[in-house]
């Protein structure tokens, strides 16, 4: 028997021994007298952050380094003997790795017992590991007091070969300190709501299990780095692959359990899926050598690859709505994440929201008053002379259903001063002095109540640069940026956000009359689903199948190609081998 508990943690960015200090109250807190875990593990780059970048070699240390500090530590918090498993970023040999520690702090075998360093480095989606890190290059079961144990970080786990190994090498128990960024919104086929990639984690666990008749504990980390969320969801699985706990998601949390490893035992005799694979592995080895050497003879591929676009319309058959999400997962996750990014990790606790009368800015507030309380939130409504009344009077309906803050100030005069200057200038230049003006005042206010300007831009208007460069995209922070507006209706509907502002044609409101769908040529409905397909990769054509006009697809493709630049910062001459976001590189919240 052994009690097993995995520590879902919230680091701070890029503070070693702040860090530090959080996980010595955790250790002291097994002195209180209850039943204390004999094994402790802590999730990935648990003592620094996970999405470090260039931040890496300023915070990397040695084994030996940090196996001292938590053992002094350990006994300055006068807790009994315990063994860690800990993610942190190693420096060793001149390289630097994504490691994680297993040592015993307190007693006469104290030390460090293993050091497993990440094998397998994502290099994809947001992830970019292999550019600040270099790979280990095996995995390795250990002896501890309690047996043979085996560590895999993260997408060490999402290979069939690595966890086969560890057992095949006698792990009965597998350790996963993870760091996963929660992304999936889409409601799933179970009872538990939660993010897509969450589910999936435990799905893995439970398939490493019940393979390889394993114990498995998945620590994950929580918090917000850079507006990625790490969700949680740790999981403890028997070798049956049974999840016999798991943690709350986005809170921090002690996930425990007692761990019986005879069960190890009865789970393989009962299933000896293990033990076929022993005795057949000889042979597969050299099967795989040999059509290997086959591979190798081969110069093309014996299948000629389709074209894009060819054999395509079977693509609809039971295709989802792709708009379709688990809203109250939504709530809470954008809810947690300006928390995080706004008081915990910039120290503010005021925001303004420019409220414009739409859907896009109502849904913001209704999330700021949720995470801040409505003391804290500014709602500032910002007319022009030929605004649209009904836009200030839903703007002040928002506020008067949250209680928040506000006030209006009338851009006229400051945008009538600067064109007189620019009599001829056309309705889209004008719209831009408007847009940038009130992203002037906007950023003055928060100036004013030592606040942040929240955005309130979609990923719909985003996508299709259907903004003003440097006005509506400036805020520092944007809860809904990676919501289509097709998503912003359902959640602001789900959050009570008045139907007199989410049933309205959604308008910028700087010519009377105007409409988004008529500037954009194709609705909302349409435009999110497109998009939605062209970036997960498919073609015009294998689009067209799904439903769309040839020249709907064609609207919305020209609009995504030609407006990238609006979602980049400027582009700057690269001069030097330390060029900013070249070379130089730091998270925004590092």
Aim: glycine share 10%; net charge negative.
């Amino acid at each position: 028997m052994m009690r097993l508990a995995l520590a879902q943690f919230k680091p701070g960015k890029g503070v070693y021994a702040e860090n530090l200090g959080h996980v010595q109250k955790i250790l002291a807190t097994l002195s209180d007298g209850r039943e204390a875990p004999e094994l402790l593990v802590f999730p990935e780059s648990a003592l620094t952050g996970y999405l470090l970048e260039g931040g890496v070699r300023d915070l990397a240390v040695s084994a030996g380094q940090l196996f001292q500090d938590l053992e002094a530590l350990h006994k300055a918090s006068k807790a009994p003997v315990i063994d860690v498993t800990i993610g942190f970023y190693e420096k060793w040999r001149g390289s630097l790795y994504n490691s994680a520690l297993y040592a015993t702090l307190g007693g006469k075998d104290a030390g460090v017992v293993h050091v497993h360093r990440k094998v397998f480095l994502p290099t994809y989606g947001v992830f970019d590991e292999e550019r600040f890190v270099e790979s280990g290059l095996g995995v390795q079961a250990f002896d501890t007091r309690f047996g043979r144990i085996g560590i895999l970080i993260c997408e060490d786990a999402w290979h069939s070969l690595t966890p086969t190994a560890l057992a095949l090498q006698g792990a009965r128990l597998i350790v996963i300190p993870s760091a996963s960024p929660a992304r999936g919104t889409q409601p799933l086929e179970e009872t538990i709501s939660r993010p897509a990639n969450v589910s999936r984690w435990e799905r893995i666990s439970r398939y490493i299990a019940e393979e390889h008749g394993v114990w498995v504990g998945t620590s994950q980390l929580v918090g917000f780095e850079g507006g990625k969320g790490f969700a949680g969801g740790s999981c403890i699985v028997t070798p049956r692959g049974e999840v016999l706990t798991r943690g709350p998601l986005w809170d921090q949390a002690i996930v425990e359990a007692t761990i019986d490893f005879e069960e190890v035992g009865r789970a393989r005799a009962d299933t000896p899926l293990l033990a076929d694979l022993q005795t057949k592995l000889p042979h597969l080895l050299a099967a795989l050598a040999d059509g290997q050497s086959v591979a190798d003879r081969l110069a093309f591929d014996p299948v000629p690859a389709k074209r894009s676009g060819e054999g395509v319309p079977s693509l609809a058959a039971g295709t989802k709505d792709p708009m379709a999400m688990d809203c109250v997962l939504v709530e809470r996750w954008l809810v947690q994440f300006l928390h995080e990014e706004v008081m915990r990790r910039r120290g503010f606790c005021d925001v303004v929201v420019a409220l414009s009368g739409g859907v896009d800015s109502a849904l913001v507030a209704y999330l700021a008053a949720k995470a801040f309380g409505p003391d804290h939130v500014h709602g500032l409504m910002l007319p022009f002379k030929t605004s649209s009344a009904d836009s200030l009077e839903h703007a002040r309906l928002v506020v008067s259903e949250l209680g928040i803050d506000s006030r209006v100030a009338d851009i006229s005069a400051a945008v009538d001063g600067y064109l007189a200057l620019e009599p001829d200038a056309s309705h889209s230049r004008r719209g831009n002095v408007m847009a940038r003006m009130r992203m002037i005042a906007t950023f003055d206010h928060a100036a004013k109540f030592r606040g942040l300007s929240l955005g309130t831009g979609n990923k719909t208007e985003r996508l299709l640069g259907y903004f003003t460069w440097h006005a509506d995209d400036s805020p520092p922070i944007n809860p809904i940026g990676d919501l289509f507006k097709s998503q912003v209706w359902a959640l602001a509907a789900h959050m009570g956000v008045p139907g007199a502002i989410v049933g309205k044609p959604a308008t910028a409101d700087l010519v009377k009359g105007q409409t988004d769908e008529g500037d954009l040529g194709i609705s909302y409905a349409k435009a999110d689903r497109i998009l939605y397909w062209l970036l997960r990769g498919l073609t015009p054509v294998e689009i067209q199948s799904l439903g769309f006009t040839k020249e709907e697809v064609l609207v919305v493709e020209t609009r995504l190609a030609s407006t990238h630049w609006k979602r980049r910062l400027p582009t700057v001459a690269m001069l030097s081998p330390t060029a900013i976001g070249e070379y130089y590189l730091r998270p925004v919240d590092y």
